[in-house]
């Protein structure tokens, strides 16, 4: 599929896009790509797809055999041990890709949770908002001294962003005590991802520096795992109508990386490869400032 133009939605890609599609001709030699989240799903193909247009990938996981065990099999990627829902983690995670003096073409937010039935939380915070939010602010924003000039920054939301609460973010409520629903709290995460996007973009001094936000459609992945049978039924069932594979699911994160008719693209929200319109509250600049402030006070009580 050409990409014959520089305007955003007359790309010539769509929903059917895979990320081999959308990378198709492009030589990334000498690209260096954090992507989170690399031990399955769309974080694992994504890795593979850059890896094989020739990007090093640091591949991000929750452990360091999780990030091996994959890393073992792409010559061009390095592990990461990443544990988002562990401050002291990210820390580590921040430390070791100091370490490796490598600057960064393009960070990949990709891990993510979704919608555990009961409440779980981390060091007070629910488990969502804090994994999905807090972990890839810490994570991006203390990288952003090695991303390059032209470095882009891809946060994984959700259509489901639309499931936040009325007022957007929770902020009385971060711990989930005060009432929790799986849906909205995954939702709220979500819509967490879109604004941090939003506003890092809005902070970038850089002209050439870029962070959007991707929802990748609805595929089936191991982020099901927390969705009773019957819901995981009816998946299956409508799996070959209504869901995009893999490989296209990870197309618009690797568009939004990689590909040069993105490089424009500034605070935005990607669907199949093309700007969308994200929920009012996501387009919120004050709401999105507000919880760049609460997330970095977070932090600081983390030490
Ligand atoms: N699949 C969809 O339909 C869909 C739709 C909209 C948005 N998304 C978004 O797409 C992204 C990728 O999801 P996916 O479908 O590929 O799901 P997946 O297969 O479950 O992959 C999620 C990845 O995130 C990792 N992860 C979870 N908690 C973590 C933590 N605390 N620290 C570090 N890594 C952690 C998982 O590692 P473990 O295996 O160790 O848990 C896994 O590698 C997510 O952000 C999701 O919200 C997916």
């Known amino acids: 599929m050409p990409a014959s133009s520089v305007v955003p939605g007359a790309n010539g890609f769509g929903r059917r896009s895979t990320a081999a599609d959308v990378t198709a001709g492009l030589d990334l030699g000498g690209r260096t790509i954090l992507v989170t989240g690399c031990s399955s799903g769309l974080g694992l193909e994504t890795m593979r797809v850059l ?82 939010h807090v972990g890839h602010h810490h994570l991006v924003t203390r990288l952003l001294d090695r991303l390059s000039s032209t470095g882009r920054v891809v946060m994984l939301t959700s259509s489901a962003h639309r499931r936040a609460p009325p007022q957007g973010i929770q902020f009385e409520n971060l711990s989930g005590e005060r009432g929790y629903s799986p849906w909205t709290a995954y939702g709220q995460s979500k819509l967490a991802n879109l604004l941090f996007a939003k506003q890092l973009a809005s902070r970038f001094r850089e002209p050439g520096q870029t962070a959007n936000a991707v929802h990748p459609g609805v595929i089936r992945t191991n982020l099901q795992r927390h969705l009773g049978a019957a819901l995981r039924a009816v998946c299956v069932a409508v799996d070959p109508v209504f869901f995009k594979t893999i490989a296209e699911g990870a197309a618009t994160q690797c568009y939004a990386a990689v590909h040069p008719t993105a490089a424009t693209l500034r605070g935005e929200y990607l669907v199949d490869c093309k700007v969308a319109r994200p929920s009012k509250r996501a387009q919120d600049a004050v709401l999105a400032a507000k919880l760049w402030d609460v997330t970095e006070h977070i932090l600081a009580q983390m030490g």
Request: glycine letters at 4%; proline letters at 5%.
């Open 51 to 132: 890896c094989d247009r020739g990007a090093r990938v640091l591949g991000a996981a929750r452990t360091m055999e999780k990030a091996a065990a994959v890393c073992a099999e792409l010559p061009l990627a390095s592990p990461l041990a990443c544990d988002l829902s562990s401050p002291s983690s990210v820390r580590a995670a921040v430390a070791a890709v100091q370490r490796m003096n490598v600057t960064l073409d393009a960070i990949i937010a990709n891990a993510g949770v979704m919608a555990p039935a009961r409440l779980q939380q981390v060091l007070g915070y629910e488990l969502q908002f804090f994994t999905n």
